[in-house]
């Protein structure tokens, strides 16, 4: 079922259109993650499920957040945004862009010891998870990094 976006430009309903659909077909995936990650007699295959169904419900979730902003931003309700905008950001930037930097120098240490710890954990490749999961902190403490990023790189030009 599609919502008609009042107000909405042609690329606001497009968006909001792909997102809503985008959302409904992967309710189905995560209910099969939660099946695998509740049934599955293998404790390590229950683990990955539960792993991943963690980030679906996620991505799921933040699909939702942007779709209802776009639809709320099309609509000039005035109401707050689940994605909200960069307006105001300017206000924090005494209070946070060196803090924001420590963020980022303590990330990017994290991401060396994480290496170092792949590297130590390579024998066991073949027979645990263990470099699966570091691999796997690498990528968030990446995000980690992309995020800081983007918000330091705001508050330096006065969003």
């Known amino acids: 079922m599609t919502t008609t976006i009042r107000g909405a430009s042609v690329l606001e309903q497009e968006l909001y259109d792909y997102l809503s659909a985008h959302i409904e077909n992967e309710s189905e995936i995560l209910a099969d993650y939660r099946e695998l990650a509740e049934h599955a007699d293998a404790p390590a295959l229950t683990y990955i499920a539960r792993l991943i169904l963690e980030d679906e419900e996620r991505h799921h ?13 099309a ?13 105001g950001l300017h206000h924090e930037k005494d209070r946070f862009l060196a803090r924001t930097e420590r963020f980022l120098q303590m990330e990017r240490e994290d991401l060396k010891h994480l290496k170092a710890l792949a590297k130590q954990l390579r024998d066991y490749k073949d027979t645990t998870m263990w470099s699966l999961l570091v691999e ?9 990094i992309r995020f800081l990023s983007f918000v330091r790189d705001r508050l330096r030009k006065g969003y």
Not at 63 to 71: N, Q, T, V
Not at 75 to 87: A, D, F, K, T, Y
């Open 136 to 144: 796997s902190m690498q990528d968030d403490t990446r995000k980690h």
């Open 75 to 87: 609509e000039l309700r005035g109401e707050e945004q689940p994605v909200p905008s960069l307006h």
């Open 61 to 73: 979730a933040l699909l939702h957040d942007l779709a209802e902003s776009i639809k709320r931003s």
